[in-house]
């Protein structure tokens, strides 16, 4: 099955630690005067106060949260901790990921002991009062956990980013290998070690053969696939999924604004989408990458006729990541980036556009025309890949107008997609990388000021953006590498949240 990251839920357990006084008196403790002194009063208050805190609960919780059930406990001046109900509290114990807490004078030591039993995370009321620092300092200095917020969206903004963290914590990766399992010839960036992955961020990775993946692009033949022979169980692409694959290449052509690809070659890239989700779904993963050069280089996609851009294009806009060149890192990156906006990412080779003696200095795949109608070329970044898809605005939102292309010049396969970028012009996008070390978390802003080759085949295809500092954002990327997948709208407090739950170190700019 696959369990993309935007299907994990968040499980919160809200509770509301209600305080009521057993006897009229005045001293130390007591902040009222009149009725408000008598035990009756407090216990109509106390009914109130917490049904304002569940409503604010609900009316503030992302869609990413399941609001578990909601518990009150009355908490009396005899200051006791009875045992019932810190039962109470942790009965869901194995579900809860966070505790979302509201308490006060004479309950703050339930809150402390709370995250020394179960070790879960503690988020406290914003408007909770001089213990929402107490208690925070008391919770930390033990070596627990707890997040503090002054309003109810950065309570929200906290919950995505542990929404994203559990993500990570429980994806499964499919990885395409053919030389080494950890990394490729063209991607050189990427984890420096996928033992070191899974023990700081959870995730788990499924490895797959590229030379099975590629006997899988056909019917199992007779006697089995050239390398398993014999075996007859093998998850080859069937008939029927062929069939599936015409109807969906039938479906983007009728889409399309503009369609440069024979249908036949079309149908060849479908396939392999097909088979590749049909393979997540059989190791139950949720992400994936395949080499390029490295799977280029052994003749077989140009003897199939079809590339993974389309591939990619249509898992990311899904909300399953998929990288090209077995660029693991910006698989991670990019579930990321769709778990915490519910925004496909786009990703590709990005580099500063160097402004130089009053132009920009010539690179791969830039046109300086495209730019025609921008005035300041300065602080200008690239990014450039085949890989583009229809949903950067929104998942669940409508499909954006689109073309198709091919990759391969001469022998016209491997159905690309292109999205115009220069009609995002002023459009807020937020980008991010993991470091190779898994000690780093890259997380830039943008503006989209232009784009360009869309009417190109081949790896072409990207978008122009201007950033605050150039140089800064350089010297930032040459710590964490090429590909810097982008979202579109301004999500860096939600990366930075997630940066300092995981111990990351920022690279903000």
């Known amino acids: 099955m696959i369990q993309r990251g935007l ?6 357990k809200p509770i509301f630690l209600g305080l009521v006084h057993q006897y009229y008196y005045e001293g130390p403790c007591r902040f009222a005067k009149g009725e408000a002194l008598h035990t ?75 995250a020394q039993r179960t070790r879960k995370p503690i988020i406290q009321d914003p408007v909770t009062y001089a213990d929402l620092t107490a208690v925070s300092a008391a919770v930390k200095s033990r070596g627990l956990v707890s997040y503090d917020h002054l309003t109810w969206e950065g309570v929200a903004a906290q919950m995505k980013a542990l ?33 070191q992955v899974t023990e700081t961020f959870g995730t788990t990775f499924r490895f797959l053969n590229i030379h099975e993946l590629m006997d899988y692009m056909k019917p199992i033949p007779e006697g089995g696939n050239y390398t398993t022979p014999g075996r007859l169980n093998t998850p080859n692409i069937t008939k029927e999924e062929i ?15 503009d369609v440069h690809i024979d249908r036949e070659q079309l149908v060849k890239s479908c396939k392999a989408y097909v ?16 080499p390029c050069p490295d799977l280029c280089s052994t003749r077989r996609v140009n003897e199939d006729q079809f590339t993974f851009c389309l591939t990619h294009s249509l898992l990311n806009e899904q909300g399953i990541p998929s990288a090209c060149e077995y660029d693991i890192d910006c698989v991670l990156s990019m579930l990321i980036l769709s778990s915490i906006s519910g925004k496909a990412p786009f990703m590709g080779n990005t580099m500063p556009l160097v402004y130089q003696n009053g132009t920009i200095r010539p690179m791969k795949r830039f046109s300086i025309e495209d730019l025609a109608d ?20 929104g998942i669940n939102g409508e499909t954006a107008h689109y073309g198709i292309r091919h990759f391969a010049y ?85 990366l930075e949240l997630l940066g300092e739950s995981l111990g990351l170190e920022l690279l903000k700019v």
Request: charged residues 30%.
């Open 275 to 290: 088979e590749v989700k049909k393979l997540l779904d059989y190791h139950d993963c949720c992400g994936f990458t395949a």
């Open 243 to 257: 069939k599936e694959a015409e109807t969906l290449a039938d479906e983007l052509i009728a889409g399309a604004d």
């Open 40 to 114: 009756e009063y407090e216990l109509i208050m106390a009914q109130e106060l917490k049904q304002k805190f569940f409503d604010n609960v609900y009316a503030h919780m992302p869609d990413c949260v399941n609001v578990m059930e909601p518990l009150y406990l009355q908490c009396e001046d005899d200051w006791r901790m009875p045992e019932a109900a810190f039962r109470e509290m942790t009965k869901d114990l194995d579900q809860i990921d966070v505790f979302l807490m509201s308490g006060g004078i004479a309950r703050s030591g339930i809150l402390i002991e709370l």
């Open 374 to 393: 921008v005035e300041d070329l300065t602080n200008l970044y690239h990014t450039s890949h085949s890989v583009p898809n229809r949903k950067l605005r």
């Open 7 to 12: 299907d994990v839920k968040l499980n919160v």
């Open 410 to 494: 001469d022998q016209g396969f491997g159905a690309v997609l292109r999205y115009n970028f220069k009609q995002d012009v002023g459009q807020e996008i937020t980008l991010c990388r993991l470091s190779p070390d898994c000690k780093k978390l890259f997380i830039g802003k943008g503006e989209i000021v232009g784009g360009g080759d869309y009417d190109l085949d081949n790896c072409n295809g990207y978008v122009v953006y201007r950033v605050a500092d150039q140089e800064k954002y350089f010297k930032a990327q040459c710590q964490v590498g090429n590909h810097l997948p982008l979202i579109y709208g301004d999500y860096a407090r939600e």
């Open 163 to 195: 929404r994203t963290r559990k993500a990570l914590q429980e994806a499964q990766i499919l990885l395409a290998v053919r030389f080494d399992s950890n990394g490729s010839k063209s991607g050189n960036d990427t984890f420096v070690t996928l033992d």
